[in-house]
């Protein structure tokens, strides 16, 4: 199983980005997927998590209203798109596959899989 990450990168204050996580190695349309993120020296954090039909989201608070994950599951990707970007959104932000969650999952401890992460830098 491999989860890939790509779209991290330096973006300005208030600016957007577009992540995105493909799949290989799994029925991807049977997992639960989830994005994490975690900044230096901090734990890492739930940032969104979306069910395994993508009828179903859930979102960390402090980013409700800027984030939305959405994914296609004939490409075998998930999707998060980042808007209003803070300096306090930067951190690496992984991707994770869960099987066993019936909707969405806010404990990483649920996942199985994880991505190897993409890095996310809001800077002037």
């Known amino acids: 199983v491999q989860l890939q990450a790509s779209g991290g990168g330096l973006v300005q204050p208030g600016g957007s980005l577009r992540l995105s996580c493909a799949a290989s190695?799994?029925?991807?349309?049977?997992?639960?997927m989830g994005w994490f993120r975690q900044a230096p020296g901090q734990e890492p954090e739930f940032v969104a998590a979306?069910?395994?039909?993508?009828?179903?989201?859930h979102y960390l608070a402090s980013m409700k209203g800027r984030i939305t994950i959405s994914r296609d599951n004939a490409k075998n990707t998930v999707y998060l798109q980042m808007h209003s970007l803070k300096p306090e959104d930067t951190a690496i932000y992984y991707c994770?596959?869960?099987?066993?969650?019936?909707?969405?999952?806010?404990?990483?401890?649920?996942?199985?899989?994880w991505g190897q992460g993409t890095q996310v830098t809001v800077s002037s």
């Open positions: 979306i069910s395994h039909s993508g009828d179903s989201t």
């Open positions: 994770a596959a869960d099987s066993r969650s019936y909707g969405w999952n806010t404990d990483s401890r649920g996942y199985e899989f």
């Open positions: 190695g799994l029925t991807f349309s049977r997992y639960a």
